[in-house]
């Protein structure tokens, strides 16, 4: 698949799973919503990664944590990848505390891991995209169980490398950062002193927390969240623009407008118009309802 017809193409909400290869990897820094793995198969890349720049060879794997911007670029003359990008709603909330664990370091090496240990993950990602792209049925049930099977062994992997202590605040305060944002993002008046005050922390030790585990500023991600969450309310139920951009936290159709068209090059009625499917019946209504917009939950 072309690049960059493949950096336009949107996740499906109902399986957000996504499986390509290819022989040209270059691409400019961008970042999107969904986590990428890179597994060079042939050749080696330069990747750039929160402005860090690593160098990709073969049978390594390249981690790119999701709203982190990343480029590609000095490709081999015989590279060719396979890429997956993938949803955290794939992992549902149990995936949050995780995450930043498993993607913590951008280049994993299947080199330096034990021979059956490396087998086993090149394996993996080969019969996913297998699984992928014959797409018989079940097919969605094999990939998922064997991309649970994965990131079991890129969690122990990685955990071999991060100190104990290191995993453990990474995996207590990002999860109960990550879920308060989730909770309390439709509060258009939430602030960073907010999220620090109701956490009990000093507001200068969450943004630098937050920005270092996270990998990004705490009003950046709030956007991006918001704006995720905008985008499922425009595909998925009959809510008024008016409606969702209130529903998502944002105080003024104008903010909304030109924040979304920032993050998705689209205004929210051509995102509808573009991406639009049957609405499954009370999504949002009932999410909605399920959740006291006003109220700090933590």
Not at 23 to 28: E, H
Not at 136 to 164: C, D, F, N, T
Not at 224 to 241: G, H, N, P, Q
Request: net charge positive; charged share 20%; glycine share 6%.
């Amino acid at each position: 698949m072309d690049q960059s017809k493949r950096e336009n193409k949107q996740l499906e909400y109902t399986f957000p799973f996504l499986t390509w290869n290819n022989a040209d990897l270059n691409f400019p820094p961008h970042w999107h919503a969904c986590f990428e793995i890179i597994y060079m198969r042939r050749g080696h890349i330069y990747a750039s990664v929160d402005d860090t720049v690593y160098k990709a060879e073969a049978g390594d794997l390249v981690m790119v944590n999701a709203g982190t911007v990343h480029g590609y670029f000095g490709q081999s003359p015989n590279v060719f990848f396979q890429g997956f990008q993938f949803g955290s709603a794939f992992f549902g909330d149990d995936f949050i505390p995780l995450r930043d664990i498993i993607f913590n370091v951008p280049v994993l090496s299947t080199k330096n891991m034990p021979d059956i240990l490396s087998l086993r993950l090149r394996t993996l990602l080969d019969e996913i995209a297998s699984e992928y792209n014959r797409k018989q049925i079940g097919w969605q049930l094999a990939v998922k169980s064997m991309l649970y099977e994965l990131m079991l062994m890129i969690l122990r992997e990685q955990s071999k490398i991060i100190p104990h202590e290191t995993i453990r605040a990474m995996s207590s305060g990002a999860g109960r950062m990550l879920s308060f944002v989730f909770k309390n993002y439709s509060d258009e008046s939430l602030s960073l002193e907010d999220a620090a005050n109701a956490l009990k922390l000093n507001k200068y030790y969450f943004s630098r927390f937050f920005k270092k585990h996270i990998g990004q500023s705490f009003h950046a991600y709030l956007t991006k969240t918001r704006v995720e969450f905008a985008k499922r309310y425009l595909i998925e139920s009959k809510m008024t623009v008016t409606d969702i951009v209130f529903h998502s936290g944002f105080n003024s159709i104008q903010t909304f407008n030109r924040v979304f068209r920032a993050l998705t090059g689209l205004s929210p009625r051509e995102y509808r118009r573009k991406n639009s499917v049957a609405p499954q019946a009370g999504f949002a209504e009932s999410f909605i309802a399920s959740k006291t917009t006003k109220n700090i939950n933590y």
